[in-house]
T-cell receptor, first 113, second 115 residues
Framework: GESVGLHLPTLSVQEGDNSIINCAYS??????FIWYKQESGKGPQFIID?????DKRQGQRVTVLLNKTVKHLSLQIAATQPGDSAVYFC????????????FGTGTRLTVIP | DSGVTQTPKHLITATGQRVTLRCSPR?????VYWYQQSLDQGLQFLIQ???????AKGNILERFSAQQFPDLHSELNLSSLELGDSALYFC??????????????FGPGTRLTVL
């Protein structure tokens, strides 16, 4: 299913370039931060997570950076491919012991072949 | 495929009606979460169940209710439907539910249209 529509921030990149998607979070007491990818017609798909006591975490072609000073999270995608075109959401888990997610607005990434 | 199944895929109904959305979690997962995705509100957490018991509540309206059955599948009941309830409803599941972070796996969603 299509995700949040009319006022999504958008990012267009050329295939092969690196992408950087940014997110500002609200709760300084959040314990975990997660990036999800949502393709058209599908549910959110986990990409990578980072705990609040870390600054950086790397996965396969993806890196998440956490700046707690300014409450900013970023997702870097290396060598962006057409299959990376999707809406990307950051989500946070408050340090309450519960496991429910609070999602950001989302960014639509379009990869230009 | 996340292993989480949701039925139906699409649902069209009228205002004032009641519908039931169904979710089956991944094998072995004890927690089920319900989220609503609408154009103006984004993805919002509604409610979580863990092993049959309500564990956390988010922005869920009083017209909405949920339950988790002994076989761990869950149902989200939406009643007195309004036009603004039109949205995608996602179910997610995780192994645990509280005390430690557990990755959530999302189903494909149910698209509800209220006419």
């Amino acid at each position: 299913g299509e995700s949040v529509g009319l006022h999504l921030p958008t990012l267009s990149v050329q295939e092969g370039d690196n992408s950087i998607i940014n997110c500002a979070y609200s709760n300084s007491a959040s314990d975990y931060f997660i990036w999800y990818k949502q393709e058209s017609g599908k549910g959110p798909q986990f990409i990578i997570d980072i705990r609040s006591n870390m600054d950086k975490r790397q996965g396969q072609r993806v890196t998440v950076l956490l700046n707690k000073t300014v409450k900013h999270l970023s997702l870097q995608i290396a060598a962006t491919q057409p299959g990376d075109s999707a809406v990307y959401f950051c989500a946070e888990i408050p340090r309450t012991g519960a496991n429910n997610l609070f999602f950001g607005t989302g960014t639509r990434l379009t990869v230009i072949p | 495929d996340s292993g989480v199944t949701q039925t139906p895929k699409h649902l069209i109904t009228a205002t004032g009606q009641r519908v039931t959305l169904r979710c089956s979690p991944r094998s072995g997962d004890l927690s089920v979460y319900w989220y609503q995705q609408s154009l103006d509100q984004g993805l919002q957490f509604l409610i979580q169940y863990y092993n049959g018991e309500e564990r956390a509540k988010g922005n869920i309206l009083e017209r909405f209710s949920a339950q988790q059955f002994p076989d761990l599948h869950s149902e989200l009941n939406l009643s007195s439907l309004e036009l603004g309830d039109s949205a995608l409803y996602f179910c997610a599941s995780s192994v645990g539910g509280r005390g430690t972070y557990n990755e959530q796996f999302f189903g494909p969603g149910t698209r509800l249209t209220v006419l």
